[in-house]
T-cell receptor, first 115, second 113 residues
Framework: GENVEQHPSTLSVQEGDSAVIKCTYS??????FPWYKQELGKRPQLIID?????GEKKDQRIAVTLNKTAKHFSLHITETQPEDSAVYFC??????????????FGKGTLLTVNP | ETGVTQTPRHLVMGMTNKKSLKCEQH?????MYWYKQSAKKPLELMFV???????ENNSVPSRFSPECPNSSHLFLHLHTLQPEDSALYLC????????????FGPGTRLTVT
């Protein structure tokens, strides 16, 4: 089955700096890579996702890159703000995978943005 | 915030109690999931239901028993739990049957005493 590794487990940055979180996956069939943000005491929510037919996707201060050959993908947050502080989870799955209904999650990264 | 709801939000139960967690989705989705989230651990998938049929049981102890009476409702029946079962239990739903975006509920914070 799929195995997703996520690094680092904790990340502390100064407000205004950039933050990068990296994930690797094992199943070459995976073609959908979402990122979830979970603020303290709240539910995980999708913030951005990427499919395997593109290498990069941006949404304002957030971007995700995908390297299918190396089987890794990364989340980039620029101009970080204190409200970006949260746990971020990467995940991988096979879209339309039939019997494979699973999103396999990484272990999460606790991002702290210091004012 | 009302797409996936869970009740109760907090639950304290003894090891000999029987309780149930409830999840309801108002998104017209076909698949529903139970996850366990413990401190400093990744999200652990417990059960998957697609069109009310259980399609995955991820080696979960029998003291956890899921029920999906229809595509909008999902229950997790609990009995004779252990203290290590204390965690946040998250319900999620998705549109189809193949690993796409999942919408999470707010979770039930369970404490087993």
């Amino acid at each position: 089955g799929e195995n997703v590794e996520q690094h680092p487990s904790t990340l502390s940055v100064q407000e205004g700096d950039s933050a990068v979180i990296k994930c690797t996956y094992s199943d070459s069939a995976s073609n959908y890579f979402p990122w979830y943000k979970q603020e303290l005491g709240k539910r995980p929510q999708l913030i951005i996702d990427i499919r395997s037919n593109v290498g990069e996707k941006k949404d304002q201060r957030i971007a995700v890159t995908l390297n299918k050959t190396a089987k890794h993908f990364s989340l980039h947050i620029t101009e970080t703000q204190p409200e970006d502080s949260a746990v971020y989870f990467c995940a991988a799955s096979v879209l339309g995978g039939g019997s494979n209904y699973k999103l396999t999650f990484g272990k999460g990264t606790l991002l702290t943005v210091n004012p | 915030e009302t797409g996936v709801t869970q009740t109760p939000r907090h639950l304290v139960m003894g090891m000999t109690n029987k309780k149930s967690l409830k999840c309801e989705q108002h998104l017209g989705h076909n698949a529903m999931y139970w996850y366990k989230q413990s401190a400093k651990k990744p999200l652990e998938l417990m059960f998957v239901y697609s069109l009310e049929e259980r399609v995955e049981n991820n080696s979960v102890p029998s003291r956890f028993s899921p029920e999906c009476p229809n595509s909008s409702h999902l229950f997790l029946h609990l009995h004779t739990l252990q203290p290590e079962d204390s965690a946040l239990y998250l319900c999620a739903s998705s549109q189809g049957q193949g690993g796409e975006e999942q919408y999470f509920g707010p979770g039930t914070r369970l404490t087993v005493t």
